[in-house]
């Protein structure tokens, strides 16, 4: 069964301390996996998409990681932001068809002063 | 702002009211897409529309109805809603269809439906 699975399910942390959110997934055949980050009472906005043959992927302050061979993926945020408080949901495309995406339940983090 | 509308941003109905949510899309893009947002639960595909026609239905029930009339507006109609429909309705569009492609998708603020 394809699966996203994210940890953890949700952290605190002082603002202009680094942190790193994890994403295991078992959906195969793997095509991209992307990190969205979802302000309360807003869409997801995206941050990184990375293929197969990605193992890194910065946007500024958000760096994405990924390994193919054990399916995993992270994100690290550093020097965090009162405006990184939000949800971060990892997502997987498989190959097999259009709009096969498997949604992970995301990781709420809330960063304090 | 992503380039997605959507009205309203909050509704609250009974179970026996017919409503609508519209979105409409500034991008230029030809897929679109309905999501549903419980908490603490995965995003639910509903819908999806790709050139005005549907290709995907994800065992949706019927008391949701979408209309797509053309590729900048998509609509969700409600009737006879339960309590357990209360959720966040997301919707998306992306240059085309996803999956092999990498094609991003790009989401409004979502409707706050709430079924009384």
């Known amino acids: 069964k394809n699966q996203v699975e994210q940890s953890p399910q949700s952290l605190i942390i002082l603002e202009g301390k680094n942190c790193t959110l994890q994403?295991?997934?078992?959906?195969?055949?793997?095509?991209?996996l992307r990190w969205y980050k979802q302000d309360t009472g807003r869409g997801p906005v995206s941050l990184t998409i990375?293929?197969?043959?990605?193992n890194t992927k910065s946007n500024g302050r958000y760096t994405a990681t990924l390994d193919a061979d054990t399916k995993q993926s992270s994100l690290h945020i550093t020097a965090s932001q009162l405006s990184d408080s939000a949800s971060y949901i990892c997502?997987?495309?498989?190959?097999?068809?259009?709009?096969?995406?498997?949604f992970g339940t995301g990781t709420r983090l809330t960063v304090i002063p | 702002e992503t380039g997605v509308t959507q009205t309203p941003r909050h509704l609250v109905m009974g179970m026996t009211n017919k409503k609508s949510l519209k979105c409409e899309q500034h991008?230029?893009?030809?897929?679109m897409y309905w999501y549903k947002q419980s908490a603490k639960k995965p995003l639910e595909l509903m819908f999806v529309?790709?050139?005005?026609?549907?290709?995907e239905n994800n065992s949706v029930p019927s008391r949701f109805s979408p209309e797509c009339p053309n590729s900048s507006h998509l609509f969700l109609h409600l009737h006879t809603l339960q309590p357990e429909d209360s959720a966040l309705y997301l919707c998306?569009?992306?240059?085309?269809?996803?999956?092999?492609?990498?094609?991003?998708?790009?989401f409004g603020p979502g409707t706050r439906l709430t079924v009384t």
């Open positions: 529309y790709n050139f005005k026609e549907q290709t």
């Open positions: 998306a569009s992306s240059q085309a269809l996803t999956g092999g492609a990498a094609y991003e998708q790009y």
């Open positions: 991008l230029g893009h030809n897929a």
């Open positions: 997502v997987v495309s498989d190959q097999t068809g259009a709009n096969n995406l498997f």
């Open positions: 990375m293929t197969f043959s990605e």
């Open positions: 994403c295991n997934y078992t959906v195969s055949p793997f095509s991209n």
